[in-house]
């Protein structure tokens, strides 16, 4: 997890610089801050950050804990990270279901508040659909 701490902090240092530069270049333009880029690029070095510290310091937590993972060892064997990572349904309609209701809602936003506000109602049923789809019928557990 290290590897990723590093990846994101590292990102967010080159959107600080570019942030920086961002900045200079617009007030040299305009003679004004161009606010809306540079609040979206600080925003982003502030994610990237709070990513990074919080993988950084499960890491280490990890570490104290259960040793070097196998992607942090140099002597590390890719069957050392095998086993079950979980289930994915193979068959599930669900997860098209539930993004249309989203895409619905989202063009609600520019159409009208009524779509909105159905895209809403339509989300909430189709994620129960998806939750409880293995608790009915041919594919119960």
């Known amino acids: 997890m290290k590897t990723q701490a590093y990846l994101f902090m590292g990102i967010s240092t080159f959107f600080g610089l570019a942030a920086a530069l961002y900045v200079y270049w617009s007030y040299q333009d305009t003679g004004a ?81 009524w779509m909105v506000i159905i895209g809403g109602f339509a989300i909430i049923l189709t994620a129960i659909g998806w939750v409880f789809e293995y608790y009915r019928k041919e594919f119960q557990h």
């Not at 990572?85 to 063009?107: E, I, K, N, Q, R």
């Open 33 to 113: 801050i161009e606010w809306t880029g540079t609040t979206a690029l600080v925003i982003s070095i502030g994610f990237g950050w709070m990513i990074g510290y919080w993988l950084l310091q499960a890491a280490r937590r990890s570490e104290h804990f259960h040793g070097l993972p196998a992607e942090e060892r140099l002597d590390g064997e890719i069957a050392e990270n095998s086993g079950e990572y979980g289930f994915f349904s193979p068959h599930s309609v669900w997860p098209l279901w539930v993004a249309l209701s989203v895409a619905f809602t989202a063009v609600g936003v520019a159409i009208g508040w």
